[in-house]
């Protein structure tokens, strides 16, 4: 089979080499020529662990082709992904579909041959339909279906997420669309993967309803974890109690300082968007993002309480800038809120972070990017890890008290045990875990 995937960026290019690996050849197509001309030369435009390999032997293998040329791609092809860009809209939060529906008019124009147009990028419900009407107005006498293909893979393990799903949902209405979208996810049909047969609206809204429960997960322990700080309890344990409950599961109970990332700020509030202008509000998804957005922007008086009240002339080191380890995105980062907070505040800021410093550079201005982790820390006065990359979890405190001009630590991903920190003789900061350690009260064990 052949198909051609419009946008080359984290899912479009993740899904393209996934689908050649799968024994599909792929025309990967996307308007930024640089992004072509380095992925024609072997380079990989994104951070993603295993990308690079299996892009390689795939298009050594003569399956994945790179091009900025649509109608070479789409002619011919069996299906034609939209994995394009689908921002907030800036003002009203309401999804951007402007990239959507302008691949969707190329898309149009180049098809040959009766071709399923799959959207894989998160589209507002109702998006397939217009998607329809779009191609249907340009190109009266088309033979095409539209089918709804949300994507859930994460940055970090995308590859993994693509290959092994816990389920890939198709939103297809013809038993056409659907053969065709069989064969393509035929590898993952044979390892007995649920493939869910929906509606195009029910597709839609699954993937928003997914992120939106999950988003809400993770403000729920953050919550829960402020609730600890207060009442002397653990939410590491709390979490631990509570997650081994089948009915609640373990993942996305991590306190932290408020989700982010290229998909839950936009698409909980693209959601909130869409459920008002249906009249059917969703109050604790607006709830969400509200305590999220004011989580994020309050961090940084964690780091400003733990040096004292005071960072006028003080040196935060700060350990982790993308928005989860793995990644080099710097989308909706917490960073991109507290970083910036912490220069407003008076303090020289040094950071640095394994993938992100290119992305990094584009955002954030006024700070010191720095080689390393230890080189961050020369002089500081606090260290903030706000990204928990393995190489920030096994730091050498002795080294690391050595080189700071006091032993302070503001851990937002709780990456370090409270009683080991005091052994170690720091003051240590963590979310929702008491401190000193040991319950409400209990005596320093700091020295
Ligand atoms: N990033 C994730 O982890 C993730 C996970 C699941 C779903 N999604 C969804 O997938 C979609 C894509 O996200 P992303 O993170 O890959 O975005 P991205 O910004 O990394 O990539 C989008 C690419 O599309 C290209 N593009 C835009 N219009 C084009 C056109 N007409 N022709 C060719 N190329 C075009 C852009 O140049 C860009 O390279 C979004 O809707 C997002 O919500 C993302």
Known sequence: MRIAMIGTGYVGLVSGACFSEFGVTVTCVDKDESKIERLKRGEIPIFEPGLDK????????????????????????????????????????????????GAAREIAAAMDRYTVVVTKSTVPVGTGREVEKVIREARPDADFDVVSNPEFLREGSAINDFMRPDRVVIGAETERAREVMRQLYRVLYLIETPILFTSLETSEMIKYAANTFLATKITFINEIADLCERAGADVHDVAKGIGLDGRIGRKFLHAGPGYGGSCFPKDTLALVR???????PLRIVETVVDINDKRKKAM????????????????????????KPNTDDMRDAPSLDIVPA???????????????????????????????????????????????????RSLNLNRVKELMAAPVMVDLRNVYEPEMMAKAGFTYTSIGRPWPYGGRGAAPAAG
């Open 342 to 392: 912490l220069v407003a505040a008076g303090a020289r800021v040094r950071a640095f972070d394994p993938e992100s410093m290119d992305e990094a550079r584009k955002v954030l201005s006024g700070i010191e990017f720095c080689d390393n982790a230890y080189d961050t820390m020369a002089g500081a006065d606090v260290l903030a890890i706000l990204t928990e990359w393995n190489e920030f």
């Open 274 to 280: 869409t459920a008002r202008d249906l009249g059917a």
């Open 54 to 101: 299996l892009v390689a032997s795939n298009a050594a293998a003569g399956r994945l082709h790179f091009t900025t040329d649509l109608s070479e791609a789409v002619t011919g092809a069996d299906a034609v992904f939209i994995a394009v860009g689908t921002p907030s809209r800036r003002g009203d939060g309401h999804a951007d579909l402007s990239y959507v529906f």
């Open 300 to 323: 940084a008086d964690r780091i400003v309480a733990a040096a004292g009240g005071d960072l006028r002339g003080k040196t935060v080191a700060v350990l982790g800038l993308a928005f």
